[in-house]
């Protein structure tokens, strides 16, 4: 209630501008998602700016127009929210957009081409990524990204990984398993609809599909996606 009446208090004034810094950090989760609503709406009604600072990816992905990433104090990118969530330009901006957060998988260039570049796997899979490859170079250590919500079933794709199952949460709407990796920094996270029938310890096997890969150079630039994404720009640069 009183974010509202904070809201309103500033209403009084019309303002062209309004600065919110981090409003629902401090609400529960019910009442988070209705503030989000209402102030999305408000926003619309009233036709004014609104800057907005969180460290929330949904309220980020949900409320925003233009997202501007800030890493350290310096811009990393600017743009729109599924443009940031598809074309990251950098590492960190595909690890801060999205929840669960991305995963990155160390792999190697076998071939780099304008069109693709053909890497490996540790278990010596190899497969094409259509990104632009010009700035890779034969035997570079690059890092594969790829989203929990954009892994397959093993039976779908020619590009497997297995792992041993760590922890499995099972949402009802979903199914989130995390698989030991070696290749990987951290757990892989493998994002299902519906209900698996996996537990911990078992060995689980999942598919990589190329066309939802990222690629990352050891400093973090990204590789340009040239695969086009529904609602979003491939970016031109």
Not at 88 to 109: C, D, E, L, T, Y
């Amino acid at each position: 209630q009183r974010q509202r009446v904070a809201i309103g208090r500033t209403l009084v004034s019309q303002p062209q501008v309004f600065l919110l810094d981090e409003p629902l950090s401090n609400l529960d989760a019910a009442l988070r998602v209705q503030m989000r609503s209402e102030i999305t709406k408000l926003q619309r009604q009233l036709g004014c700016t609104m800057i907005y600072v969180t460290h929330d990816q949904v309220e980020a992905m949900t409320m925003a127009d233009k997202i501007v990433v800030l890493d350290g104090g310096y811009v990393s990118q600017v743009g729109k929210p599924l443009d940031l969530y598809h074309y990251p330009h950098n590492r960190f901006v595909a690890g801060f957009i999205g929840s669960p957060k991305m995963n990155f998988i160390s792999v190697h260039a076998l071939e780099a081409t304008a069109e693709y570049v053909k890497v490996e796997l540790e278990n010596k899979v190899a497969f094409n990524i259509p990104v632009d490859g010009t700035t890779v170079n034969v035997g570079d250590r690059m890092s594969l990204g790829i989203r929990p919500e954009h892994l397959l079933m093993s039976d779908s794709s020619e590009a497997t990984i297995e792992g041993e199952v760590t922890i499995v949460e099972k949402l009802g709407q979903e199914t989130q398993v995390y698989l030991s990796v070696e290749s990987a920094d951290t757990d892989i996270n493998f994002r299902q609809p519906d209900t698996l029938q996996v537990e911990p310890g078992d060995k689980y096997a999942i598919g990589i599909d190329p066309k939802r890969c990222h690629l990352f150079h050891d400093d973090g630039r990204a590789c340009r996606r040239l695969h086009q994404e529904v609602g979003a720009d491939i970016p031109e640069s």
